[in-house]
């Protein structure tokens, strides 16, 4: 049950919504919680920290730099963050936002996710800065493929065309952003919204939260949705403390009533 804060707050967002032609919308692991996936830090906030049989921490071993020694060890563990993602599929809140992609002229999701439920559930204005998990790509050729799951992978895939080491399209630890993605964005946030969302993501990155510091400059309305709080907590208009597929059916489903009224 949403409590009457909670209601009050809605309300609010709803009306700015109201007036709104575009909305940006930056989402982290938390996006994904409802779809059953973990939220512990890591590529894409899909693994968490400690010891591994390698003797390495997790982090060494999902880096560029292990992937160029040992792509096994690195392919080892991209294989059990995928492994999680397996059988899990988008959530309302997703759903929500690709209605919302359909509803209002102009809308984008920045997201951190490697999951690739935003284009599952029909965003197409989506900016994975992470990358995508089910994206494959040739370490020497111009090879890429996009695969339904990893379950058909030897231990270290290789390329059909030419035999090098196949990788994700994913942002390894010490790797840099994919440049693509990087000006993408800067040219959106310059553009600017009309509303920005947060949603379940520890906004540990400068890159994620800029966009919400660009919103507060120019005095845009910002949101952020996530049951505990994070560094861009104080600096948002409003606070939701509440699961994302939660909080979006109910902004949502408010909307249009309202529109109906
Ligand atoms: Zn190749």
């Known amino acids: 049950m949403l409590s009457p804060p909670d209601l009050e707050t809605i309300d609010r967002v709803v009306e700015h919504l109201g007036r709104a032609r575009s909305i940006l919308f930056v989402t982290g692991a938390g996006m994904s919680a409802d779809s059953g996936l973990p939220t512990y830090r890591g590529v894409g906030g899909l693994y ?7 003797g390495f921490a997790i ?49 984008w999701t920045l997201t951190q996710n490697v999951d690739g439920f935003h284009r599952d559930a029909g965003s197409r204005n989506v900016i994975a800065i992470h990358g995508e998990l089910h994206q494959i790509l040739c370490t020497r050729c111009s090879h890429r493929e996009t695969v339904r799951d990893y379950a058909h992978l030897s231990d270290l895939p290789c390329c059909a065309s030419c035999s090098a080491v196949l990788r994700p399209d994913v942002v390894l630890f010490g790797e840099m952003l994919p440049e693509a993605g990087v000006s993408k964005l800067r040219y959106q946030v310059r553009e600017g919204f009309d ?59 408010r909307y249009k009533e309202k529109q109906k009224a």
Request: charged letters at 25%; one cysteine or more; a neutral charge.
């Open 59 to 107: 982090e060494e071993l999902l880096s560029g730099e292990m992937f160029r020694q040992r792509p096994a060890w690195t392919w080892k563990y991209l294989r059990q963050i995928e492994q999680a993602c397996r059988g899990a599929k988008f959530n309302r809140g997703h759903a929500v936002i690709a209605e919302m992609e359909q509803h209002f002229p102009r809308v």
């Open 195 to 253: 509303l920005v969302f947060s949603i379940g993501t520890t906004s540990l990155f400068p890159y994620i939260t800029f966009p919400v510091e660009v919103a507060r400059e120019r005095d845009k309305p910002t949101v952020e949705i996530n049951p505990g709080t994070t560094p861009v907590s104080r600096m948002v208009r409003y606070r939701l403390p509440l699961g994302a597929a939660e909080a979006l059916d109910a902004i949502w489903k």
């Open 48 to 54: 968490d920290g400690g010891e591994t049989e390698e």
